[in-house]
């Protein structure tokens, strides 16, 4: 189990670009990544995922604009956003899953403006 602090979230205007950050408080070695997002009134979602071997996956909506990478010698998690669009606006959590865990940061809202 590992503690996930969010940051680099804030106001963007349309277009532009936003690099979200997770610090874990332990090794992500064998961990499997995400970021997920939630809007107002709508249900978290998947928004990109690298497992612990580097493979990834989006969301369609997402695909070619966000950049998720991982650094296990720092703990770390990013996501580097472009093209951003206002329905992109949410909170967006770090996620760690490994053997039965389960962690989430608090989140990081970001928020685009048209």
């Known amino acids: 189990?590992?503690?996930l602090?969010?940051?680099g979230g804030g106001l963007v205007q349309a277009g532009g670009s936003l690099r979200l950050s997770c610090a874990a408080s332990g090794s992500i070695f064998r961990h499997n990544m995400g970021w997920y997002r939630q809007a107002p009134g709508k249900q978290r979602e998947?928004?990109?995922a690298i497992t612990s071997g580097?493979?990834?996956n989006y969301a369609d909506s997402v695909k070619g604009r966000f950049t998720i990478s991982r650094d296990n010698a720092k703990n770390t998690l990013d996501l580097q956003m472009n093209s951003l669009k206002p329905e992109d606006t949410a909170v967006y959590y770090c996620n760690s899953k490994t053997l039965g865990f389960d962690d989430w940061g608090q989140g990081?809202?970001?928020t685009v403006s048209s």
Do not use: K, R
Request: aromatic share 0%; hydrophobic share 40%; net charge negative.
């Open 54 to 56: 580097g493979s990834t």
């Open 108 to 110: 990081t809202q970001v």
């Open 5 to 7: 602090v969010e940051s």
């Open 46 to 48: 998947l928004v990109a």
């Open 1 to 3: 189990q590992v503690q």
